[in-house]
């Protein structure tokens, strides 16, 4: 099992109260980074916390919704606070959402969207970036998906919301990259979580097969998968990737 030194470095997970966020939190602690747990749900954050603890590592939950500026600044000084240091920060929280064709959408439904699964993504960088240029620079990954390069039918606000993330995430990786700051993306494709059971994907068997099989391995991928491609990122290993929107998605074959 690869095993990075991450011992004495604070990393920042968004959306770990469950999925991929959770399995990248454990990862992290794994590796032997403190984490902080930032999600809306904060029963299931404090869930992630004793999982950590119970593996030995260290962290805490901090409540944060990432359409809130004001609650991303308190993640980051959350981190410092308790920690005394900001090094890797996963900006995962997202949300499915209303699965309509485009002209049916409703607005406050797009906005929605848009602001969980994009803005909040930029908040939440806006907010990491200002701490990481006044210290020894940083890693971020943006959580995009393979939606990111490619269309979906009815859901045309999560699909634009993951395209304008690899746009944030290739800009944002020229801008700070004199600072030491590198900025990733990773693009899954269909993972095993809450996400799809609340959208109906897993639950229905026939829709299930049918998308597994868009999957070159005909089968959903886990989030461990995932987490291991972010913690690779955020090593020494991945040192000279920057902007890259890295897919994880068993060669998905899309619209
Ligand atoms: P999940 O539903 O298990 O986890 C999403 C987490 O985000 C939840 O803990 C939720 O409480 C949190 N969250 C939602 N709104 C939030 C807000 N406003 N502020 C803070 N936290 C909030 O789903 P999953 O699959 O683990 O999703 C994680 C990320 O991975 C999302 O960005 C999703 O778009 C992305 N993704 C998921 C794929 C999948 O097939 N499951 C495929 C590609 C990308």
Redesign the pocket.
């Known amino acids: 099992m690869v095993q990075y030194d991450f011992d004495g470095t604070t990393a920042v997970v968004?959306?770990?109260?469950?999925?991929?966020?959770r399995q990248t939190a454990l990862e992290f602690a794994r590796h032997g980074a403190s984490v902080v747990v930032?999600?809306?749900?904060d029963n299931?954050a404090a869930e992630t916390v004793d999982l950590i603890a119970d593996g030995g590592g260290e962290a805490v939950a901090v409540h944060?919704?990432?359409?809130e500026m004001s609650d991303v600044e308190r993640m980051v000084e959350t981190a410092v606070d308790e920690f005394g240091s900001l090094d890797y920060a996963v900006n995962?929280?997202?949300?499915?959402g209303a699965q309509e064709p485009t002209g049916d959408l409703d607005e406050a439904d797009w906005e929605r969207i848009v602001d969980?699964?994009l803005n909040?993504v930029w908040r939440s960088l806006s907010a990491e970036v200002d701490h990481m240029v006044g210290q020894d620079g940083g890693v971020i990954v943006n959580?995009?998906?393979?939606?990111g390069h490619v269309g979906f039918q009815n859901a045309s606000a999560?699909v634009a919301a993951?395209h304008g993330v690899l746009g944030l995430t290739k800009t944002a990786a020229w801008e700070y990259a004199d600072d030491d700051i590198r900025v990733n993306a990773v693009?899954?494709?269909?993972?095993e979580?809450?996400?799809?059971e609340?959208g109906g994907i897993t639950s229905d068997e026939q829709l299930r097969q049918e998308i597994a099989g868009r999957h070159s391995q005909n089968r959903?991928g886990e989030?461990e998968e995932i987490a291991a491609a972010v913690v690779w990122l955020c090593s020494d290993a991945a040192s000279f990737t920057n902007g890259e929107p890295l897919t994880v998605d068993s060669g998905y074959r899309g619209i």
């Open positions: 968004t959306g770990a109260a469950s999925g991929i966020g930032a999600d809306v749900d299931g944060t919704d990432v359409t995962n929280a997202g949300v499915g969980i699964n909040g959580m995009a998906s393979v939606l999560y993951k693009c899954p494709g269909f993972i979580t809450n996400m799809l609340e959903l989030p």
